[in-house]
């Protein structure tokens, strides 16, 4: 079975400082791809970035980036220069070939300080 | 172009009651998936659609809920009758082709049984 593990229950920091979230997955297969998802308290999930598992280079989009690490079957979310908006529960997820679905971790709810 | 579709966004019942939700998914969209999301926890698939097919239901406790997905469009969700475990929020979302494409979900439902 394909899980996936946040560590971090809470985490906060000042706005414009930069934080990392951390995500470790588990899967035999070797298609598959991870994502981080914002979940504000609307509650609608938004994807925030996104990395194949074949791809070697880290994903990066603005202020987000990733540092994927395939034999540690590690996927950290970095956010740099935090601002109040940010503030929000960050799923990670892993979607592997085969099985299809989309497993999610427990989340870590990150709170950016004035 | 409208998002995922959910309603009602909230729900109070009593345990015994049957409730239903619905989900209209981004138009093009063949994948459907509903997510159990409890208090402070991630998704947790319930069942996932290609089309009009439910090809992943393991995690749906068949013996109370049950779920449609008419033409490959739209889907309804039920439970009868509700249990005070069943309170959580519903998520419906939903992604077209392959294994690298993101899953855009609705804002959810909020049950609560009481």
């Known amino acids: 079975a394909q899980t996936v593990t946040q560590s971090q229950p809470e985490m906060s920091v000042q706005e414009a400082e930069t934080v990392t979230l951390s995500c470790t997955y588990d899967t035999s297969e070797n298609n598959y791809y991870l994502f981080w998802y914002k979940q504000p308290p609307s509650r609608q999930m938004i994807l925030v970035i996104r990395q194949e598992a074949y791809k070697q280079q880290n994903a990066t989009e603005n202020r987000f980036s990733v540092n994927f690490q395939k034999a540690a079957k590690s996927f950290s979310l970095k956010i740099s220069d935090s601002q109040l908006g940010d503030t929000a529960m960050y799923f990670c997820?892993?979607?592997?070939?085969?099985?299809?679905?989309?497993?999610f971790g427990q989340g870590t709810r990150l709170t950016i300080n004035p | 172009e409208a998002g995922v579709v959910q309603s009602p966004r909230y729900k109070i019942i009593e345990k015994k009651q049957p409730v239903a939700f619905w989900c209209n998914p981004i138009s093009g969209h063949n994948t459907l998936y509903w997510y159990r999301q409890n208090l402070g926890q991630g998704p947790e698939l319930l069942i996932r659609y290609e089309n009009e097919e439910a090809v992943d239901d393991s995690q749906l406790p068949k013996d109370r809920f049950s779920a449609e997905r008419l033409k490959g469009v739209d889907s309804t969700l039920k439970i009868q009758p509700a249990e005070l475990g069943d309170s959580a929020v519903y998520l419906c979302a939903s992604s077209f082709g392959a294994l690298n494409t993101e899953a855009f979900f609705g804002q959810g439902t909020r049950l609560t049984v009481v």
């Open positions: 997820a892993a979607r592997i070939q085969g099985a299809q679905k989309l497993v």
